[in-house]
């Protein structure tokens, strides 16, 4: 059975991973408008990924007794001046959702909760992949800077991204 303060904490983590999708839609969309479809299409994936993430957390709060609250999502941003500031925003956002993780991680060890500490470890390990991943796209960017060849062949290479259902914990 989950305490009150994870409860909460898992149903406030749903929503930053609902806001997380909207985000990565946005930028979706965003790309699309610029007609950078591979970035298109890696964000769209992104957002399909950190909804699987908010599911995941959904179906544990269910299943260790708790009661899951949606709560209302954040409007995100609706545009970005280049793939390298959408990107770097992208970034940001992953070490922000880190720092959410790692509170989580706090609870749960400060209430004692072995199942919640062992369940949150996957998580702990995808967003170190989520960091890793945005900053390698970043570092890219920046080595390309405004040729708009080369960020064709970067809009190019990031199209080939196609979503895969995690695996369980």
């Keep these: 059975m989950l305490?009150?303060?994870?409860?909460?904490?898992?149903?406030?983590?749903?929503?930053?991973?609902?806001?997380?999708?909207?985000?990565?839609?946005?930028m979706s969309a965003c790309f699309s408008e610029m007609n950078y479809?591979?970035?298109?299409?890696?964000?769209?994936?992104?957002?399909?990924?950190?909804?699987?993430?908010?599911m995941k957390i959904y179906d544990y709060v269910i299943e260790r007794g708790g009661r899951v609250e949606l709560l209302a999502i954040e409007e995100p941003a609706k545009s970005w001046e280049t793939p390298l500031a959408a990107f770097e925003a992208a970034y940001q956002h992953e070490q922000y959702i880190t720092g959410r993780i790692n509170d989580l991680m706090n609870i749960a060890i400060?209430?004692?909760?072995?199942?919640?500490n062992i369940f949150l470890q996957w998580f702990v390990t995808e967003q170190v992949e989520e960091?890793?991943?945005?900053?390698?796209?970043?570092?890219?960017?920046?080595?390309v800077g405004d040729h708009g060849?080369?960020?064709?062949?970067?809009?190019?290479?990031?199209?080939?991204?196609?979503?895969?259902?995690?695996?369980?914990?």
Excluded: C
């Design 3 to 26: 305490t009150e303060r994870m409860t909460k904490a898992l149903n406030e983590q749903i929503n930053a991973e609902m806001f997380s999708a909207y985000l990565y839609l946005s």
């Design 37 to 54: 479809s591979g970035f298109a299409q890696w964000m769209k994936v992104q957002a399909m990924e950190e909804m699987s993430h908010a």
């Design 110 to 116: 400060e209430e004692k909760d072995h199942a919640t």
């Design 131 to 143: 960091e890793a991943s945005a900053d390698e796209i970043v570092q890219k960017l920046k080595l």
């Design 149 to 169: 060849n080369a960020i064709f062949m970067v809009d190019r290479e990031l199209g080939s991204r196609t979503f895969t259902l995690p695996t369980p914990a």
